[in-house]
């Protein structure tokens, strides 16, 4: 497609289950990040791929947190036995490498109850 | 820590009013972002500055980095209700991946 895809766009999750979220970049776009963004905040860094490289994961908050991205197109972010507090927009974004300009999808919004 | 300062956080003003709205940081920055976000959608870029002191223009907007690569401010010029939303700042490093975002300002421009 002509631009980044996400879904999906809406995820309700009880207390302590596993969810996952996918991201469809934008073709050619070698660079994939993950931001997550609370209401009235800016996105925050979770982790960036370069291809299948997962190159900086710094921002994932805790080991409840994985994302992959095998085939260095298509991403997936993991969040296992999820808690309230990782309630917010999931935010996906792709780029050419090094430009800094991010293309973003709509986001994934996750309710956890 | 936030790396990136916005101001205001909020402005409201009328149809056909000028706004200037900040970022500050105390880091130099290989580039810096502007992005608009409407709510339920992704921030959409606007624009990219790289050199300090340039100037860009985008229609009625006005983009400035400073000599220093550390802050840069958006002016626009009569505003419409269109420019309603969350106007972003992002400062990237070469070779460094991510890109850091300020809080934003929420602009609302008045009928």
């Known amino acids: 497609g002509a631009g980044v895809s996400q879904s999906p766009r809406y995820k309700v999750a009880k207390r302590g289950q596993d969810v996952a979220l996918r991201c469809d970049p934008i073709s050619g776009h070698v660079s994939l990040f993950w931001y997550q963004q609370a209401l009235g905040q800016g996105p925050e860094f979770l982790t960036y791929f370069q291809n299948e490289a997962q190159l900086d994961k710094s921002g994932l908050p805790s080991d409840r947190f994985f994302a992959e991205r095998p085939e260095g197109s298509v991403s997936t972010l993991k969040i296992q036995r999820t808690q309230q507090e990782d309630s917010a927009v999931y935010l996906c974004?792709?780029?050419?490498?090094?430009?800094?300009?991010?293309?973003f999808g709509e986001g994934s919004r996750l309710t956890v109850l | 820590t936030q790396l990136l300062e916005q101001s205001p956080q909020f402005l409201s003003i009328q149809e056909g009013e000028n706004l200037t709205v900040y970022c500050n940081s105390s880091?130099?920055?290989?580039?810096l972002q502007w992005y608009r976000q409407e709510p339920g959608e992704g921030p959409v870029l606007l624009v990219t500055v790289v050199t300090g002191g340039e100037v860009k223009k985008l229609k009625r907007l006005t983009f400035q980095f400073g000599d220093a690569r550390k802050d840069s401010s958006l002016h626009i010029t009569a505003a419409q209700p269109g420019d309603t939303g969350l106007y972003l700042c992002?400062?990237?490093?070469?070779?460094?991946?991510?890109?850091?975002f300020g809080d934003g300002t929420t602009l609302t421009v008045k009928p």
């Open positions: 992002a400062g990237a490093y070469t070779n460094a991946g991510k890109s850091t």
């Open positions: 974004a792709s780029s050419l490498p090094n430009t800094g300009e991010l293309f």
């Open positions: 880091s130099v920055f290989s580039s």
